[in-house]
C-alpha cells in the first residue's frame, strides 16, 4: 500500500525554526495535491498548507509569510519550512497526499501518522 512518514518535529523556543518533512512509498503511481494540517489539543484539525503536483502553493492566514512549503517530485516528499514559531503553533502536524496507486483507478487521501510541534520557552 501506502505509507507517508512525517519527521522533523520537536521542542523550539518561541521565535525558532523547524523543518518538517513527509516521505511517501509504496505502490505510488503518481502524487497530486500534498498538504500539511496540524491538530492542537481540544481543537478541529485545519489545513496549514498545500501544494499541488506542479508547485503551486496555498497557506493558512495565521502561517502566511512565516511557513514555506514545497515538495520534491522525484523523491515523493514534502517538506515544511517554519520559521518564526509562536507558541500557538503547538499541535501534532500530519501530512496528507492524494495518490493514485497502480491498484486503484482513481486517488486516494492518505495520511502520516503525525509529528508533535511543540512552541515553548
Known amino acids: 500500500q501506502v505509507q507517508l512518514v512525517e519527521s522533523g518535529g520537536g521542542l523550539v523556543q518561541p521565535g525558532g525554526s523547524l523543518r518538517l518533512s513527509c516521505a511517501a512509498s509504496g505502490n505510488i503511481f503518481s502524487i497530486n495535491t500534498m498538504g500539511w494540517y496540524r491538530q492542537a489539543p481540544g481543537k478541529q484539525r485545519e489545513l496549514v498548507a498545500g501544494?499541488?503536483?506542479?508547485?503551486?502553493?496555498n497557506y493558512a492566514d495565521s502561517v502566511k509569510g512565516r511557513f514555506t512549503t514545497a515538495r520534491d517530485n522525484a523523491k515523493n516528499t514534502m517538506y515544511l519550512q517554519m520559521n518564526s514559531l509562536k507558541p500557538e503553533d503547538t499541535a501534532v502536524y500530519y501530512c496528507n497526499g492524494r495518490i493514485l496507486t497502480y491498484l486503484r483507478r482513481y486517488p486516494e487521501d492518505y495520511w502520516g501518522q503525525g509529528t508533535q510541534v511543540t512552541v515553548s520557552s
Open positions: 501544494i499541488t503536483s506542479d508547485g503551486r502553493t
